[in-house]
């Protein structure tokens, strides 16, 4: 009988992430974070409306990554796994919702506090072009801000792995904090050089891949996305075989209505190509 491997836990998973970087204890490991991420210099943060860790990975939490106060104003975390189409529509919702929250908190419409998204991506499409590090604001076409506070950064963290995977000691040296969110025990322990910010995640890390609870959570919440999956891919099919007898958009309107309570909008709408107004008609029905 072969020995499989058994699987580690890298904070490539969001989960991972949030069990080590959402420790009050661990607020200098974030803050290490959050300075190579934003290239500026941190010196105040605050856990605020996050997923915290309570103890019992099995309560239901936010859907929030990470928001937190700091010096530099309002700073939201996303850990994506993976590129999907919507990814971008989805998370500029959730910093949209963070900025008129906090620019409708005083009495006065205001710019006084920045609110600034990060977004560590994985699975981005490959382009010989895409930017290791893009900044995204409100502009016009001449450059111009329509606002000054308003701020995404995103990280192509595949492009930012081949630093690793090509031994550009250089690179890796400045980019560690971010680089060691993907790597294994055996990639971690091979690290020649280790400060106590790196010495500190892995301890961590280990210790959370050693807890039978946090193993156990995670092996449920990844079989539940892919029974989530498989569903969607025999949804997919189950409309393309209806759409055959029936007509491709009345197949379509057939495939939404079972879908309807189950899926998520966006889910129905990237299945069936039906825009959101109709979808809503058919929740009337």
């Known amino acids: 009988m072969i020995a499989t ?18 420790k009050e204890e661990n607020k200098e490991l974030l803050i290490k974070l959050l300075e ?10 605050k856990y605020e409306n996050v997923e ?4 019992n990975l099995n309560l239901k939490r936010k859907y929030f990554d990470v928001l937190l106060e700091t010096d530099k104003g309002k700073i939201g975390i996303e850990m994506n796994a993976r590129e999907t189409p919507y990814l971008h529509v989805r998370n500029l919702a959730y910093q949209c919702d963070a900025y008129l929250h906090y620019v409708k908190k005083g009495k006065e419409y ?16 490959p382009d010989e072009n895409r ?6 604001t409100v502009q016009n076409d001449k450059l111009k801000k329509y606002v000054n506070n308003f701020k995404i950064v995103e990280w192509d963290m595949d492009k930012l792995m081949e630093y690793w995977y090509h031994k550009d000691e250089e690179k890796i040296k400045e980019y560690m904090y971010l680089i060691m ?19 500190k995640f892995m301890k961590d890390l280990y210790e959370i891949n050693d807890d039978p609870a946090f193993r156990l959570f995670l092996t449920e919440e990844e079989d539940q996305e892919m029974i989530h999956n498989t569903e969607l891919k025999l949804a997919r099919k189950e409309g393309e075989e209806h759409g055959q007898q029936l007509g491709e ?3 379509k309107i057939d495939m939404a209505k079972k879908m309807l309570g189950k899926y998520s909008i966006e889910e129905i709408k990237n299945l069936t190509n039906l825009s959101e107004e109709e979808i809503g008609k058919l929740k009337g029905n």
């Open 110 to 125: 205001t710019d006084d506090i920045d609110i600034l998204q990060l977004n560590l991506t994985y699975g981005m499409k």
């Open 181 to 199: 969110l993907d790597l294994d025990k055996e990639q971690l322990e091979s690290i020649e050089h280790k400060d106590k910010v790196v010495t």
């Open 5 to 22: 491997k058994e699987k580690f836990y890298t904070c490539k998973n969001d989960r991972a992430f949030k069990e080590i970087f959402l």
């Open 36 to 45: 190579v991420s934003l290239k500026t210099k941190i010196y105040k943060i």
């Open 52 to 55: 915290r860790n309570t103890g």
């Open 249 to 251: 958009y009345q197949a």
């Open 131 to 136: 930017e290791l590090y893009s900044v995204y």
